[in-house]
């Protein structure tokens, strides 16, 4: 994976000017509150949009503000965790999953939604509406989403403190596996080293 990104966003008295190239299959974004690592991993998804720059993953252009080109967060090969995705919705996590599934094509899904839903402990809240779950649990459900995509680079913010020691231990294993066999990037964002590590 090779991203590359070179962006300047101002929102209100918070600037923002982000350079990098990163070409590794594991990389920690590490940094106190307020920093910006929410930001960015917001413009890779494509959630927030900079003022102006360019951001490239894998030679497809993801924003441009040169060439006038945005990329919206559904068709751009990133998978995200970010905790913006507590979002109230008014679906129930089976038709948020289920929709997700569908709109990957079948030669590109790594998962299958059956494993993930067991994988993640879903089965209980399949059924339950999305802006009725507690922040762990909408965090499971943007990851099992996110994974559904089969995405070239996976972005997690604070994800593991989010959801809970318990399924760190689960997917700590499986996201290794993901970046070793499929060769699929990760980008954590955390205030903590530890986590980071």
């Known amino acids: 994976m090779l991203l590359e990104m070179n962006v300047k966003l101002r929102r209100g008295h918070f600037d923002l000017t982000t350079r990098l190239s990163i070409n590794d299959t ?3 974004l590490f940094g106190k509150s307020g920093a910006g690592k ?7 998804a494509g959630t927030i949009q900079p003022q102006s720059g360019h951001i490239v993953l ?3 252009i993801l924003f441009d503000s040169r060439k006038g080109i945005m990329m919206p967060r559904e ?11 507590c979002a109230d919705s008014a679906e129930t996590v089976r038709d948020n999953l289920t929709s997700a ?19 993640l ?11 009725l779950l507690s922040a762990g649990e909408r965090q499971r459900v943007a990851l099992a989403r996110s994974l559904l995509k089969s995405p070239r680079l996976l972005l997690l913010d604070e994800t593991f403190a989010a959801i809970g020691n318990g399924y760190r ?8 596996r993901l970046q070793n066999e499929l060769g699929l990037p990760v980008l954590y964002a955390s205030q903590s080293l530890g ?3």
Do not use: C, W
Request: glycine fraction near 8%; proline fraction near 5%.
């Open 169 to 176: 231990m689960q997917l700590l294993p499986i996201l290794k």
């Open 101 to 119: 599934y569908n709109r990957t094509l079948k030669h590109h899904r790594i998962f299958k939604l059956d494993f993930l839903i067991e994988l």
């Open 121 to 131: 402990e879903l089965g209980p809240i399949l059924n339950h509406v999305i802006e």
């Open 38 to 44: 929410s930001t960015v991993l917001g413009l890779i």
């Open 58 to 60: 894998d030679g497809k």
């Open 26 to 28: 594991s990389v920690g």
């Open 75 to 85: 068709q751009r090969p990133v998978g995200a965790v970010l905790q913006i995705d």
């Open 195 to 197: 986590e980071i590590l």
